[in-house]
C-alpha cells in the first residue's frame, strides 16, 4: 500500500525519539506496577510492547499518553513531557483504544467526520472508509457493528488526524484474516510516512510481520528489547519445542537422547529439548512421543519464534 493517501512523509529533523522513557516508576499503594522501565520509540517505526497481563504493559502506555501519573522516571512524548496531557500534544497523537468507546447510535461515517472535523488537516474520511474495509457499515448505528468493524473504526478515528505518533491497542482484537491484513497494511503506510506506532498485542505473528523494535516487560521490569531477528537468534540451532499432553515423564526422554541432551517442560504441555538438533534426535523424539500413545504437535527445530523468548523469559503463555 505504500504511504498514506495525500500525505508527504513526515521527518524528524532532530533525530529526537517520539517516545523517551527513563526509570519509569509506577505505585499504586504498596503496589509496584511499573518498577525502573526504559524505552524507545524512533520516527519511522513500529514499537511492540509485549508481556503477560499485569505485566506493566497498560500503565506504560497510559502515562505515555497522558492519562496517567508516574511516580518517578522521565517520559518525553513529542518532546514534551505528557504529564497533564497539554492539548497542543494531543493534537499530535492518535490513540486507539481497546473497546472502541464511541457513541452507540451514532453512524460509522458520522463519527469518523465528527473526529476529522477536529483536526487541522485530516485524512480523507471516505479513502479511510474504503482502505479499512468499512464501506458496507458506513450508514449503520455503533452499537449494531460487529467487534472487528468497532476495532477498524476505532482505529481510523486514531490515524484520521495526521498524527506523527500512533498508540494502538490490540488493533486486530476480533478481525478476521482479511480484517486483519488491512490494518497490518494500515500499519505500515503509517511507518512508511515516518509515523512513530507504539503496539500493544497478544499475537506474536502480528508483533513479529510488523515491529522494528519489541520490548519485552514482565513485572514492570524490561525483560529483553531488540529487533524480532535479535531477540529471536540466539540458541536457535541448540533446541527443539514441541508441544504435547502436560506431565509426561521426562526421565524416559531423556534416556532415549543422545548423551549431552536435556529435556524440560514449561509451562505445562511446552517441552524443550536442547543440545544440537539433527535427524536422529528429531526421530528419537516423535518415536518416543508415538510409544507414550501421545502425538506431538508443533514441533520446531531452529530459530526461534517470539512466542519462545517470550515463553523463555517469563514461563507465562501471554494471555495467562
Known amino acids: 500500500m505504500g504511504g498514506i493517501e495525500g500525505r508527504a512523509p513526515l521527518s524528524s529533523v532532530s533525530g529526537e525519539p517520539a517516545v523517551e522513557v527513563r526509570d519509569l516508576v509506577v505505585r499504586y499503594g504498596e503496589t509496584t506496577a511499573v518498577d525502573g522501565l526504559d524505552l524507545d520509540l524512533h520516527h519511522g517505526r513500529v514499537l511492540a510492547l509485549l508481556g503477560p497481563n499485569g ?3 497498560t500503565t506504560t502506555v497510559e502515562v505515555c499518553e497522558g492519562f496517567r501519573e508516574r511516580t518517578s522516571g522521565s517520559v518525553r512524548v ?5 504529564a497533564g496531557a497539554p492539548e497542543a500534544l494531543r493534537a499530535r497523537m492518535g490513540v486507539m483504544p481497546q ?3 464511541a457513541y452507540p447510535m451514532v453512524r460509522v461515517r458520522e463519527m469518523l467526520d465528527l473526529v476529522a472535523a477536529c483536526s487541522a488537516h485530516p485524512l480523507d474520511t471516505g479513502w479511510l472508509v474504503r482502505i479499512l474495509g468499512l464501506e458496507s457499515c458506513a ?3 455503533y452499537k449494531r457493528l460487529s467487534g472487528g468493524q468497532q476495532q477498524r473504526l476505532s482505529l481510523a478515528c486514531a490515524v484520521v488526524g495526521r498524527p506523527e505518533l500512533v498508540f494502538l491497542d490490540e488493533p486486530t482484537a476480533s478481525l478476521d484474516p482479511q480484517g486483519r491484513r488491512l490494518v497490518w497494511e494500515l500499519v505500515r503506510s503509517l511507518r512508511a510516512d515516518g509515523v512513530a506506532v507504539l503496539l500493544t498485542t497478544h499475537l506474536m505473528q502480528e508483533a513479529e510481520a510488523l515491529a522494528d523494535d519489541v520490548v519485552i516487560v514482565d513485572h514492570g521490569k524490561v525483560v529483553a528489547a531488540g529487533s524480532p531477528d535479535e531477540l529471536t537468534a540466539t540458541g536457535s540451532e541448540q533446541r527443539m519445542r514441541f508441544r504435547a499432553a502436560p506431565g509426561m515423564d521426562l526421565e524416559l526422554l531423556d534416556g532415549v537422547l543422545p548423551e549431552g541432551h536435556t529435556s524440560t517442560e514449561g509451562p505445562p504441555g511446552h517441552y524443550t ?4 538438533i539433527d535427524p536422529q534426535v528429531l526421530a528419537a523424539v516423535t518415536a518416543w512421543c508415538a510409544r507414550q500413545g501421545v502425538l506431538a504437535d508443533d514441533v520446531r527445530v531452529g530459530r526461534r519464534s517470539l512466542e519462545d523468548v517470550f515463553l523463555d523469559l517469563t514461563g507465562r503463555e501471554l494471555r495467562s
Open 139 to 141: 450508514r449503520l448505528p
Open 273 to 276: 529439548v536442547e543440545g544440537a
Open 99 to 101: 473497546g472502541g468507546g
Open 55 to 57: 505485566a506493566g504493559k
Open 78 to 82: 513529542l518532546g514534551v513531557d505528557p
